[in-house]
């Protein structure tokens, strides 16, 4: 790739989903292979389906052209982001990060895209992230008040989002950023599996990732719980309906055999 010996690779999340196919179609001078690349402005730009786009060496005014082509029903406010300064020696014994930078013998399109992929899922954990979060503070409440007082607040539908909520998550996680997968690029490129993993462990993707997947698991076990709570009181209350009635009939039976 044409880049220069020091540039900044920034990752956005710029839409909730690419088209790769679409976006192919509009850019003829795109890199073969995946993840999507091809020029824009001065440097380049990489996409991913999931959402991510990773500039290479583009100006602050390129990158927001393309993010504004490629924004469609996210959420309003700040989008997480990503910056990593890239140093390129072809004399560097080993490639990694030296005081904030990264060092590399090449940036050639191989490392490009695996640079690209630790960074688009770094800036989708981060999504993910504040997700969980948002549904801890949900979660949380219920919890609490079934600790205090011993009772459940009304609020089965709420209970049920958080669910669907963290089942979401679980499934983009795994389905569609697959931040533990390796990419596809390591299937032809395996001599480029340490540069790949080093950087992996570098912006903690594994931990990360886990970390996630406990809090989503104990998410969804909380609510669920607090669920079948609601129901089984629901279900007592039923029961009492249901008995009342019946001895009301009874005795109504019995005022008018004996009036």
């Known amino acids: 790739m044409d880049l220069p010996t020091r540039f900044e690779a920034v990752a956005h999340r710029a839409a909730s989903s690419i088209d790769l196919r679409a ?22 730009v990489i996409v991913f389906r999931h959402g991510s786009a990773v500039f290479l060496n583009v100006e602050d005014s390129e990158r927001e052209d393309m ?14 982001m990503e910056r990593l300064w890239v140093r390129v020696d072809p004399e560097v014994e080993a490639e990694g990060m030296v005081d904030g930078e990264l060092l590399i013998r090449s940036a050639d399109l191989h490392r490009m895209r695996l640079v690209a992929e630790v960074l688009a899922r ?6 993910y992230e504040q997700q969980v979060s948002t549904a801890f503070d949900s979660v949380g409440p219920l919890v609490d008040s079934l ?11 709420s209970l049920r989002r958080t669910i669907g909520e963290a089942l ?25 599996q340490g540069f790949y993993h080093n950087l992996a462990e570098e912006y903690e993707l594994r931990d990360r990732h886990q970390a996630l997947k406990r809090k989503l698991d104990v998410i969804h076990d909380c609510a669920e719980t607090t669920l ?19 001895v009301y009939e009874v005795l109504f039976g019995l005022a008018v055999h004996f009036g």
């Open 23 to 44: 976006e192919a179609a509009r850019h003829s001078d795109r890199r073969a292979g995946v993840p999507l690349t091809f020029p824009w402005g001065s440097g380049h």
């Open 67 to 80: 993010l504004q082509h490629l924004e469609d029903d996210l959420d309003d406010g700040p989008q997480p």
């Open 122 to 127: 770094t800036v989708m954990l981060d999504v």
């Open 147 to 157: 600790e205090r007082t011993g009772q459940i607040p009304r609020g089965v539908r």
């Open 168 to 192: 979401r998550i679980k499934v983009r996680l795994v389905g569609r950023v697959e931040v533990l997968d390796s990419p596809e690029t390591l299937w032809e490129h395996a001599d480029l």
């Open 228 to 246: 079948d709570l609601l129901q089984t009181r629901s279900a007592f209350w039923l029961e009492v309906a249901i008995v009342g009635l019946f």
